[in-house]
């Protein structure tokens, strides 16, 4: 019944697209109008970059609000101009300053360098809960503040200079900041809007809702309906408005992929999420020009309490993670192309191969098992796997659940919950095992082994330890790439060695896509600039579009027409 409702949902969405009656796909018709039907997973959290942790919530943020730094369409090594139009740093790339460019929100106030300042100061308050605070901590004197050691922000490394001159200075050298700026904790949120609904420390400020949002990305919010769909237009005050080819999108929060697949060979949609493991196969002998399998910087893992019996014994948890059989999970169960998870940093980062401590040894999950009070799992408590809701998520537990009962005779439940409501109980550590991914944030073992600190907002094992933080802060500082590897590689033994994670696999991005829809590259972390994206249906490009380069800059002996300018269509009720 479920998956009939979502199917139901989305074709009655669809029908607001048709203009020729109902024998032409709704696909055809936005693809000709311009708007992309995106399958997205489930209702976002919120859309407050300061304030959310996922990837569904990425997808419409970016779109909506851009950082200093943005994705580059092709390679994510690549910092590409966004707000910042160029930026310097000194020898030991320790200070940066980003020099910001002529632009404006969506409310029409000019983007400043004290917009960035009042931002991150927000970002690091306390009292607002950012889950990615942490990743602040390379700002000089921002760990003190976010930790209350002192009010004042002025002691924070971040200051403008002028009205378009931020400068940054660092706890140490960090050449890879530029691509840290890309993630949307980095991005600016418009200081009025903020203030006018309750102040940079309100977590329930209005400012985030359909009819509130204020933006500077090349797209707006024109509707917002929960679990049915969010709806973006075209900004025409976006600084680089006439590179943007598509007039809209539609996100759409489905969370069963059985639906979400029909709703995509039925005509109602150009993306989907992911694809069931089982038609993996009967996608690449049907619809080979559809399937995408393509690499991903990212680790499957399920996180464990350790606050929790009997998994506050390390010896349990190393047990449960001895006893899978990863090759097996990712060529029976994932089918994706997916590697066995043997670290916590997957593969894809250069200079930094995976780890290869988590290996499969049932002997030893045995004897560690019963070293810790539970011989042939006799007197095991009962305990369950929490999942949020998807078929792939419960097929990969009953996996495991199945590897557990024959390995080493331990029964585990599974439950799932819905996305936010999942969020929630994870976060108050209310779970025995529960499944977890993460993507990177920016290609570097720190954009994961610091995830992990004590305390950190998204660490949600209760798992800490002195040694791995302290490695953690000084890598931060190590004064090059090979030091600060092999700190953190250091690190990464310290937490294998306590396996408050149980590494499964690391990813790939399987999922459909109509092939008319160009712009859209394999990239490491997923991300896709979608002012890159349009479909064959729109025709050539135009003048000003044909004069620039996939980096944005004017092609040789050419200058870019300036962008158009309109009225902006208003926002509707959430």
């Known amino acids: 019944m ?8 989305v074709m009655l969405l669809g029908f607001g697209l048709a203009s020729c009656g109902d024998r032409e796909k709704a ?270 910087l990212g680790n499957y893992y399920y996180k464990v309490n350790v606050n929790r019996k009997p998994f506050d014994d390390p010896r349990v948890r190393k047990a449960l993670a001895l006893a899978v059989d990863r090759k097996l999970l990712v060529e029976k169960v994932t089918k994706g192309g997916q590697l066995p998870g043997t670290g916590f940093v997957p593969a894809g980062v250069p200079g930094y191969p995976p780890s290869d401590i988590a290996r499969t040894d049932i002997a030893e999950a045995k004897r560690l098992l019963a070293e810790a009070g539970y011989p042939d799992g006799k007197g095991f408590p009962k305990t369950e796997i929490l999942i949020n809701t998807l078929e792939t998520h419960r097929q990969i537990a009953e996996a495991l659940q199945a590897m557990w009962q024959k390995n080493l005779n331990v029964k585990i439940g599974i439950y799932n919950q819905e996305w936010k409501v999942y969020l929630d109980n994870v976060k108050k550590l209310n779970y025995d095992m529960a499944r977890a991914g993460w993507i990177g944030d920016y290609v570097d073992p720190a954009a994961f082994l610091s995830i992990m600190t004590t305390g950190n907002g998204n660490n949600d094992t209760g798992w800490g330890d002195p040694r791995y933080d302290a490695l953690i802060e000084q890598a931060q500082r190590a004064p090059d790439e090979a030091t600060r590897f092999a700190m953190l590689r250091k690190a990464e033994g310290i937490m294998m060695e306590a396996m408050p994670i149980i590494p499964l696999y690391f990813y790939t991005r399987v999922y459909l896509r109509d092939p008319r ?58």
């Open 517 to 574: 829809l160009k712009g859209w590259h394999p990239t490491l972390l997923d991300n896709h600039p979608v002012k890159y994206l349009y479909f064959d249906e729109q025709g050539a490009p135009t003048p000003a579009q044909a004069t620039l380069d996939p980096r944005g800059a004017p092609m040789p002996g050419t200058v870019p027409s300036p962008a158009p300018t309109a009225t902006p269509t208003a926002a509707t009720a959430r």
């Open 2 to 9: 479920k998956l009939l409702r979502h199917v139901f949902l």
């Open 27 to 296: 696909t055809d018709v936005a693809a000709a109008q311009g708007i992309l039907l995106w399958g997205n997973g489930t209702e976002p959290k919120g859309l407050d970059p300061h304030l959310v942790t996922g990837v569904p919530e990425n997808h419409i943020i970016s779109s909506l609000i851009e950082g200093l730094i943005a994705y580059h369409p092709t390679n994510d090594l690549i910092p590409e101009p966004g707000m910042a139009e160029r930026w310097e740093h000194n020898a030991d790339q320790s200070v940066w300053t980003f020099y910001i460019r002529d632009a404006k929100w969506s409310n029409g106030d000019p983007v400043l360098a004290s917009d960035f300042v009042y931002s991150w100061q927000r970002a690091l308050t306390p009292e607002l809960g950012n889950e990615y605070a942490e990743m602040f901590y390379v700002l000089k004197g921002a760990e003190a503040f976010h930790k209350g050691e002192t009010r004042d922000f002025r002691t924070v490394g971040v200051k403008a200079l002028g009205p378009r001159v931020l400068q940054v200075t660092l706890v140490g050298p960090t050449p890879y900041y530029p691509n840290m700026l890309k993630h949307y904790s980095w991005f600016p949120v418009n200081p009025r809007a903020v203030e006018e609904h309750g102040g940079m420390a309100n977590r329930q400020s209005g400012w985030s809702t359909a009819e509130n949002y204020v933006g500077n990305g090349p797209f707006m919010i024109k509707k917002w309906v929960t679990n049915q769909e969010i709806e973006v237009v075209r900004n025409p005050d976006y600084w680089d408005a006439a590179r943007v080819r598509l007039n809209g999108i539609r996100f759409f929060p489905i969370e069963n992929a059985g639906a979400e697949e029909v709703m995509y060979r039925s005509g109602r949609l150009h993306l989907t999420n992911n694809v069931l493991n089982q038609k993996v196969q009967f996608f690449q002998k049907t619809m080979p020009d559809d399937l995408r399998i393509e690499p991903y």
